[in-house]
């Protein structure tokens, strides 16, 4: 099987940036792309970014585009979000979400990491 696990949240400030960090072990030859989704309290958890492991494609969910960037690091089956110009609407549990070619939606998912930023 796959675990993720989610690291680099924390508390910033208002246009603060963070980089989250999405480690992958296990059955990862299995893998086709890799998620980050998140969820606000009283919401639900929406899609933010996502990114292909062959071939590096991303996108990203509109309220994130210009401030969030995916990337990849194939040797160390890792992803990574890098957050600019944070705002408080940003504030939620990010999770890691990793799918297989084979199958719609994601398979795997980390338990989370909090970003909270403040004004």
């Known amino acids: 099987q796959v675990r993720l696990v989610e690291s680099g949240g924390g508390l910033v400030q208002t246009g603060g940036s963070l980089r989250l960090s999405c480690a992958a072990s296990g059955r990862t030859f299995s893998l086709s792309t890799m998620g980050w989704f998140r969820q606000a309290p009283g919401k639900e958890r929406e899609f933010v970014a996502a990114i292909s492991w062959s071939g590096g494609s991303t996108y990203y969910a509109d309220s994130v585009k210009g401030r969030f960037t995916m990337s990849r690091d194939n040797a160390k089956n890792a992803v990574y979000l890098h957050m600019n110009s944070l705002k408080p609407e940003d504030t939620a549990v990010y999770y890691c979400?990793?799918?297989?070619?084979?199958?719609?939606?994601?398979?795997?998912w980390g338990q989370g990491t909090q970003v909270t930023v403040s004004s």
């Open positions: 979400g990793a799918r297989k070619g084979s199958t719609a939606g994601y398979d795997y």
